[in-house]
């Protein structure tokens, strides 16, 4: 019996750690980005059209990133300013 109840705890942890990383990366629509981020797209991206948008948790601080058919990927905080810009080669 001592053994069902391990397995049953081992279970509980594993699936509280999984819905945990789950929930830290989650994909968005460009409307729900800040203001701000969504204000720098319209401005300066131009006709580049948005492939995805991630919501990452990380260090206790909220991230996005928007990836470009152009190749282009920005990260903004979670204010919505942009604090990295990459370009795929």
Same mark, same amino acid.
């Given at each position: 019996?001592?053994?069902?109840?391990?397995?049953?705890?081992?279970?509980?942890?594993?699936?509280?750690?999984?819905?945990?990383?789950?929930?830290?990366? #989650?994909?968005?629509?460009?409307? $729900? @980005?800040?203001?701000?981020?969504?204000?720098? /797209?319209?401005?300066?991206?131009? &006709?580049?059209?948005?492939?995805?948008?991630?919501?990452?948790?990380?260090?206790?601080?909220?991230?996005?990133?928007? #990836?470009?058919?152009?190749?282009? $990927? @920005?990260?903004?905080?979670?204010?919505?300013? /942009?604090?990295?810009?990459?370009? &795929?080669?």
């Amino acid at each position: 019996m001592k053994k069902v109840y391990q397995l049953l705890a081992l279970i509980a942890v594993v699936f509280a750690v999984t819905s945990c990383e789950m929930n830290r990366k #989650k994909i968005l629509t460009v409307e $729900e @980005l800040p203001e701000a981020a969504q204000t720098y /797209i319209k401005e300066k991206m131009g &006709d580049a059209k948005v492939l995805y948008v991630k919501k990452e948790h990380k260090n206790l601080r909220v991230r996005y990133e928007v #990836k470009f058919d152009n190749q282009m $990927e @920005l990260e903004f905080d979670s204010d919505g300013e /942009i604090y990295d810009i990459d370009v &795929d080669d």
